[in-house]
C-alpha cells in the first residue's frame, strides 16, 4: 500500500508459498509479533482498493509532474550527482559523486538543511550487494520544490565553504 496508493504507514501484507516449512516458520513469527492487522489499517487499506483507479491515477500524476522537476535539479548539478529518473514507481537511487561520500552527504544535509535522504546503507542486505555510494529520493510527494530548494542552498554553501 506504500508507494502505488501513498500509504506508507500502513502495514497490510500477504505472503504466498508452496514452502510449507517457510510457511510454517513465518507464521510462528507473525504470531509472535502480532496476532492479526491492525483494524484502523485494515479498513483504510480496503478502501483505498475500492478507489485504487482514482488513487493510482492521481499519484501517478503527481510523479509525472514532478519527474521534470527532479530531472532539471539533478541536471543542475550534475557535477555532483548521477541521477536517472525511476523505471517505475516513485522512488529512486541517484549516485552521489562528492569524495566526502554519500553518509556524509546525508548526514550534513539533514543536520543543515533539514533534508531528510537515507543512504544505501540503510538498504544494506546479505542477499546483495548495495552500491555504498546511493542514496534514496522520492518523487512521489506533491510540491518538492522547497525541499529541493533547501537542498539546492545546502549544495551552493557548501561550494563557497570548499574554496
Avoid at 525511476?86 to 537511487?93: D, E, K, R, Y
Avoid at 552500491?131 to 557548501?158: H, K, Q, S, Y
Amino acid at each position: 500500500m506504500s508507494k502505488a496508493y501513498g500509504l506508507p504507514g500502513l502495514r497490510i501484507g500477504w505472503l504466498a508459498t508452496r514452502d510449507r516449512a517457510l510457511l510454517d516458520r513465518l507464521e510462528r513469527r507473525k504470531h509472535y509479533t502480532s496476532i492479526c492487522s491492525a483494524g484502523p489499517s485494515e479498513l483504510i487499506a480496503t478502501h483505498a482498493l475500492r478507489k485504487r483507479h482514482a488513487i493510482t491515477a492521481r499519484n501517478r500524476a503527481i510523479v509525472d509532474a514532478n519527474l521534470p522537476v527532479f530531472g532539471a535539479f539533478f541536471a543542475e548539478h550534475a557535477d555532483a550527482f548521477d541521477w536517472a529518473p525511476p523505471q517505475a514507481g516513485c522512488v529512486c537511487f541517484p549516485r552521489y559523486l562528492g569524495a566526502d561520500g554519500v553518509e556524509a552527504l546525508c548526514h550534513d544535509l539533514v543536520e543543515q538543511a533539514g533534508v531528510v535522504l537515507l543512504p544505501s546503507s540503510i538498504y544494506a542486505s546479505p542477499l546483495g550487494d548495495v552500491p555504498a555510494d546511493r542514496f534514496r529520493i522520492g518523487v512521489g510527494r506533491a510540491d518538492p520544490e522547497p525541499a529541493l530548494a533547501a537542498f539546492g542552498d545546502f549544495l551552493a554553501a557548501r561550494a563557497v565553504a570548499a574554496r
